[in-house]
Antibody, heavy 116, light 107 residues
Framework: EVQLVQSGAEVKKPGESLKISCKGS????????IGWVRQMPGKGLEWMGI????????RYSPSFQGQVTISADKSLSTAYLQWSSLKASDSAIYYC?????????WGQGTLVTVSS | DIQMTQSPSSLSASVGDTVTITCRAS??????LAWFQQKPGKAPKSLIY???TLQSGVPSKFSGSGSGTDFTLTITNLQPEDFATYYC?????????FGQGTKVEIK
């Protein structure tokens, strides 16, 4: 069974750094693109970026280029999304998602709250 | 970048109805189109990929069609558990992009 399990909710202050994770199982993690989707409160879904764990090839959506860093550790079957300096506007739910031959699979989401 | 436009943005329907949601791409995307269902407070659930292929475990009441720029999601025999927000998403070109969502509400 394909599963993506994300790390837990985070509460941070503006200016702090953060790294959240997404662990894949039930498929060959290295062989499929995996990415991050942002959902701000009451809003729609936005792709932030994707990474191919096999060679760490990474693509960012223009809106998120330079704002976040996406990485992956194929030995741990885990993808990461990190910020070096959070802003209040980064408060959102972040989902990881992957696209396999048999369809798309999502993590349960990680709520990030940034507040002073 | 490819823009995805869904219509309508919301609709009201009754239990037992059939509803159709339309998704239009700003340029051709072949059949690289997926549909997702999202309920409040939950992660999106994948329904369809490749424009018309049902994801495993998804009931056949959901169906997708289209290619190029125009796509539809049809839901037959609406049940209470089908009231949710539905999103289309293209994955033909990076950056992948979602439609703005269609909220299906109970009449």
């Amino acid at each position: 069974e394909v599963q993506l399990v994300q790390s837990g909710a985070e509460v941070k202050k503006p200016g702090e750094s953060l790294k959240i994770s997404c662990k894949g199982s039930g498929y060959t993690f290295s062989n499929y693109w995996i990415g991050w989707v942002r959902q701000m409160p009451g809003k729609g879904l936005e792709w932030m970026g994707i990474i191919y764990p096999g060679d760490s090839n990474t693509r960012y959506s223009p809106s998120f280029q330079g704002q976040v860093t996406i990485s992956a550790d194929k030995s741990l079957s885990t993808a990461y999304l990190q910020w070096s300096s959070l802003k209040a506007s980064d408060s959102a739910i972040y989902y990881c998602a992957t696209q396999l031959g048999g369809g798309n699979f999502w993590g349960q989401g990680t709520l990030v709250t940034v507040s002073s | 970048d490819i823009q995805m436009t869904q219509s309508p943005s919301s609709l009201s329907a009754s239990v037992g109805d059939t509803v159709t949601i339309t998704c239009r791409a700003s340029q051709g995307i072949s059949t690289y189109l997926a549909w997702f269902q999202q309920k409040p407070g939950k992660a999106p659930k994948s329904l369809i990929y490749g424009a018309f292929t049902l994801q495993s475990g998804v009931p056949s009441k959901f169906s997708g069609s289209g290619s190029g720029t125009d796509f539809t999601l049809t839901i037959t025999n609406l049940q209470p558990e089908d009231f949710a927000t539905y999103y289309c998403q293209q994955y033909n070109n990076w950056p992948w992009s979602f439609g703005q969502g269609t909220k299906v509400e109970i009449k």
